[in-house]
């Protein structure tokens, strides 16, 4: 409460309104309403909704979509908002580790935001993966982080127009956005060259098909097999151009190799690098001499001494000791991992893409950082509710 004290001319008045100020704001305070205050204010809920934190969720069916791919459909018990494109982080304890991993929503935000499920498709292509595709099991409880990531339409940014280029299973991404602009959920236009070694490794392709509209178009491109209803070959400038005569701004979403690949073609088509959005790819096991070190991890007041393989990222190290370390994009780019580094030296994956200060102040992401010796580092709790 803000009391108003105007100073007077004669000074012997300010005590005198001073020696009352008690007074008065009892008396404010007994003018004030009885009634409690409320337990959840508008903008708590929407900020409980935007960034809902980790929490459980219940694997409700799994759909078998090719011979090593399978969609897993999760009920989170409350509603999610997200942006077609964006990703969540699936954790759960596999053996002695707590495992988590990101992956992009193939479902829609309609989906998400009116029954609170959404679908994760996913390849078995690695550790937690393979463990998916093997164990996993209808009713099943798993903690689910997110949305998070950025690789999704943005109108003040973006073209009206995107082209999508999608890698073997990296459609997901796409799968959600030609949901969400056939529901309305979105409103942009969607070219999308979907390339697959052959037609049998092409994901939802009646699905697609029949998302097809004026907002969303999809052209398929073998590498392995000449089709006569398929285009064949990679997606390059010219094939793009083929499908394409306005400006637009390029999604792509699969391996490392073909960002590099495409990058250049785009470059030939005039696309600079700020109408291009790759999605980040995880780090992965480098090819270095195999060594161990020993890595002291300070989690609260909890201190552990673990190995640190030189191959693997600091991440997965203290994962494969069963901590539990928050983490999401595992490539550097959402900061959820960060932590101090004490003493140790490390490689980053790729580019060092830490802010100045991460740098000065040795600040480092375990999730794209490797051991080059013994290390000690202060990692943030992780919570589930
Ligand atoms: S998990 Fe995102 S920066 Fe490490």
Not at 140 to 155: D, K, L, M, R, T
């Amino acid at each position: 409460m803000a009391y108003r004290f105007k100073k007077q001319i004669f000074g012997f008045l300010d005590l005198i309104r001073f020696s009352k100020v008690v007074d008065v704001r009892r008396a404010k305070l007994a003018e004030g309403s009885a009634a409690p205050l409320p337990n959840d204010y508008r903008v708590n809920l929407t900020a409980r909704i935007l960034h809902p934190g980790n929490r459980k969720a219940v694997l409700t069916d799994i759909i078998k979509e090719s011979a090593d791919t399978k969609t897993y459909v999760f009920d989170l018990g409350v509603k999610m908002l997200f942006r077609a494109g964006q990703y969540v982080t699936l954790s759960a304890k596999v053996g002695d580790s707590y495992v988590s991993r990101p992956y992009a929503v193939s479902s829609s935000p309609y989906t998400a935001l009116k029954e609170g499920k959404v679908a994760l498709t996913v390849k078995k292509a690695g550790y937690f993966s393979d463990w998916l595709f093997d164990n996993a099991e209808i009713g099943a409880e798993f903690a689910v982080n997110g949305p998070s990531g950025y690789f999704h339409y943005e109108s003040l940014k973006d073209r009206p127009l995107i082209v999508g280029i999608a890698g073997g299973s990296a459609i997901t991404p796409f799968y959600s956005m030609a949901q969400a602009l056939a529901e309305g959920s979105e409103d942009f236009r969607l070219v999308l060259f979907y390339g697959a070694r052959t037609a049998e490794d092409i994901l939802f392709k009646d699905k697609l098909d029949a998302l097809t509209s004026d907002k969303f178009k999809v052209v398929y491109v073998l590498s392995d097999e000449e089709n006569t209803a398929y285009e064949h070959g990679f997606v390059t400038a010219d094939l793009i151009r083929k499908y394409v005569d306005e400006e637009f701004t390029a999604m792509m979403c699969g391996p490392d190799a073909m960002y590099s690949f495409l990058v250049k073609e785009l470059a030939t088509l005039g696309v600079s690098g700020k109408f291009v959005k790759k999605e980040a790819n995880g780090a992965g096991v480098r090819d270095v001499k195999p060594a161990v070190y020993k890595l002291t991890v300070h989690i609260r007041d909890e201190v552990y001494e673990i190995p640190a393989n030189a191959e693997e990222t600091l991440l997965v190290a203290m994962e494969r000791a069963g901590l539990h370390i928050p983490a999401m994009c595992r490539a550097g780019g959402c900061g959820y991992c960060h932590s101090k580094l004490v003493k140790g030296k490390f490689s980053i994956a790729g580019d060092d893409k830490r802010r100045l200060a991460d740098a000065k102040f040795s600040y480092i992401h375990p999730c794209c950082s490797y051991p080059d010796s013994d290390i000690e580092l202060i990692v943030p709790p992780q919570n589930v509710k």
